[in-house]
């Protein structure tokens, strides 16, 4: 049986990407050894980080004006290292809050730095809701702004950039990167945690705009410098060298494919087949406005939550894996990023069909 994996994160990866690495999993480039067991700093794993790298800027379209920076820590090590890296005289960091990892990112920049949130939350009987991005109330005064173009858990997607005189902005895209074409030049500092869009987990990826490295900062650990990080090129420390290795493999098939053009429209395509058929259903709800519906994260309710366990339990006989919602928000959530095949995403459908009319 066909197994098709809707995890949240970390999520599935290109089948053809997971076959390729299996079969130079012991002997890389002909060397007799694996890639996660040579030095960073050894030529061909350089030369690989180089081409890598090379390959993010044209997916990206990534200019000469900004780093391409591999780091550890996750998502969340960029919590920490926003504020630490772009605290700025005694202007707040501004938090845009719309979900669960917005709120989770001020909370931690709380501990470092003034903060200033903007609750740009709109709901509406029972429907999630955002204002749309004229009417957030973003102050003057600031160090910067921090977004979260996709809440991975609420379901809701921003797709207007926000715009500052004066602050840099800063983007969480670790649920949406690679997922839909963007300007690079609209922001200022763009970080993402590998294990949604890019690759396994350890690794993450900080796009910045080399002006913002001048910055004082607050005293940090040396590895949560972005400035460090861009003057040692991703190596001031043993980077997750297997992580970066398979980030690499992954962007070479989105290239192959047509890149994030073609992945775009994929993705729209998936999207829309589900959300039509939920939309369409009276068994099942998505509660997200339309003008924000995640093309990633697709949450949705049974009409009747006394169902949910049977839902997943015949779901998994059928091949269909992590589809439980977040404890947060309750009900079932499917995940179809980049990697999900169209397949996955019919398959889904047929079930979610069969299962209504057995139990309305
Ligand atoms: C998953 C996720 C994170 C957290 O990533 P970690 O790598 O687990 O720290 C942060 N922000 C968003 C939007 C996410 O989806």
Redesign the pocket.
């Given at each position: 049986m066909t197994v098709y994996n809707f995890c949240?994160?970390p999520a599935m990866l290109p089948v053809e990407v997971m076959k390729k690495a299996q079969q130079e999993f012991l002997d890389w480039q002909g060397l007799g050894v694996s890639v996660m067991e040579i030095s960073h700093r050894s030529k061909p794993y350089l030369e690989m980080a180089a081409q890598c790298e090379a390959s993010l800027r044209r997916l990206m379209n990534i200019s000469d004006d900004f780093e391409v920076l591999f780091m550890h820590?996750?998502?969340?090590?960029h919590?920490s290292a926003v504020p630490l890296n772009l605290h700025q005289d005694d202007a707040p960091g501004v938090y845009i809050e719309n979900g669960i990892?917005?709120v989770?990112?001020t909370k931690e920049a709380e501990k470092f730095t003034q903060t200033h949130a903007v609750n740009i939350r709109a709901d509406q009987d029972g429907q999630f809701d955002i204002l749309p991005v004229e009417q957030w109330q973003i102050p003057e005064n600031a160090s910067y702004i921090h977004y979260?173009p996709?809440?991975?858990?609420d379901g809701i997607e921003i797709f207007d950039v926000p715009k500052h005189p004066s602050a840099p902005i800063v983007a969480?895209?670790?649920?949406n990167i690679l997922s839909r074409e963007i300007n690079v030049d609209d922001f200022d500092l763009i970080y993402a945690?590998?294990?949604?869009n890019i690759g396994p987990?350890g690794l993450?990826i900080a796009i910045v705009r080399k002006s913002l490295l001048e910055r004082k900062g607050l005293p940090r650990p040396a590895i949560l410098d972005y400035a460090i990080a861009a003057q040692q090129q991703s190596m001031y420390n043993t980077p997750p060298t297997f992580a970066w290795y398979l980030a690499f493999e992954v962007f070479k098939y989105l290239e192959s494919i047509g890149g994030v053009k073609a992945m775009e429209a994929h993705n729209k395509n998936k999207a829309d087949i589900l959300y039509n058929y939920i939309d369409g259903s009276n068994f099942y709800s998505n509660k997200v406005a339309k003008h924000c519906r995640s093309l990633m994260n697709v949450p949705f309710w049974l009409k009747d939550d006394s169902l949910n366990e049977k839902f997943l339990t015949e779901a998994e006989q059928n091949g269909l894996v992590a589809l439980e919602g977040h404890r947060f928000v309750g009900g079932m959530r499917a995940s179809i990023y980049n990697a999900m095949p169209i397949e996955g995403i019919n398959a889904l459908v047929s079930f979610m069909d069969k299962f209504a009319q057995e139990n309305s």
């Open positions: 949240a994160g820590g996750g998502g969340r090590g919590f990892w917005s989770g990112a979260c996709n809440e991975t858990i969480d895209m670790s649920s945690g590998a294990q949604k987990s993450s």
